[in-house]
């Protein structure tokens, strides 16, 4: 059932010096806390540009979604606030490992010009399309944001869904400790690229993109039901529906 977890790679690496201090530095921590298992490699591009789009509901995620990707030979990039790379230190890294500034002053063509380099590049971007942790109680993907859809519209670039369960055992939805007994297992499944060819000509209007948006948060939430075995709720969370703010901590 599972696919191998790495594959030979033929383009030129992307594993430069900067992603393997930064995988020398996480990896042996990250599995010794946890074994992972792959499958659906070879759903992943092993060259040219792409978003993934992950689920996402512990504050781990980006680093088990980076492990993932290191095992299958493609470094991620992520928008990060443009404020970031003025940290000292922390912005050199940022820098030097390619990731993405964005200005957050409410501009809306920035995201656009991110995506666009994104393609010009043939960069790996991860994005999460829920946009922060889900706050469905049972930890099922929510309702997502447009931003996904909203570049591969753009650039034409696909989109490939991906799940990943077990994390949740590693630190907890807003958890503050790490549990490290005993090892957990993490599952990551690659899915195929999501179809969609049927928005590519009816422009970026706001119902475009809202439906184009369900259709790439369908195919998430079918991978991670293949990975909890389970069914997920009929009506996806949505948290103006209850009330939650978008953005931050809250408390069930």
Known sequence: MSE?????VKHKSEKTLVFRTLAYLLLPFMYFVARYRLQGTENVPTEGAFVLAPNHYSEI???????????????????????LFR??????????????????????????????????NGLALVIYPEGTLTRDPDLWPMRGKTGVVRTALATGIPVIPVAQWGAQLILP???????????????????????????R?????????????TVVMNAITKLVEQLRDET?????????????????????
């Open 87 to 120: 940290v000292p230190v922390l912005g050199w890294l940022l820098k030097a490992s390619g990731q993405i500034p964005v200005e957050r002053s409410g501009s809306r063509t920035d995201p656009i010009l991110a995506a666009k380099h994104v393609a010009d």
């Open 173 to 199: 939805r807003y958890g503050k400790r790490i549990s490290f007994f005993p090892r957990k297992t993490v599952d990551i499944l690659f899915g195929p690229p999501v179809d969609l060819s049927a928005f």
């Open 61 to 83: 995620d980006p680093i088990v979604v980076g492990l993932a990707m290191w095992r299958v030979g493609r470094m991620p990039r992520y928008l990060a606030k443009a404020s």
């Open 4 to 8: 191998p977890a790495t594959r030979a």
């Open 201 to 213: 000509h009816r422009g970026t209007d706001g119902a475009t993109l809202a439906e184009a948006t």
């Open 232 to 252: 997920a709720p009929v009506d996806r969370w949505d948290p103006a529906k209850h009330n939650q703010e978008e953005t931050g901590r809250f408390e069930q």
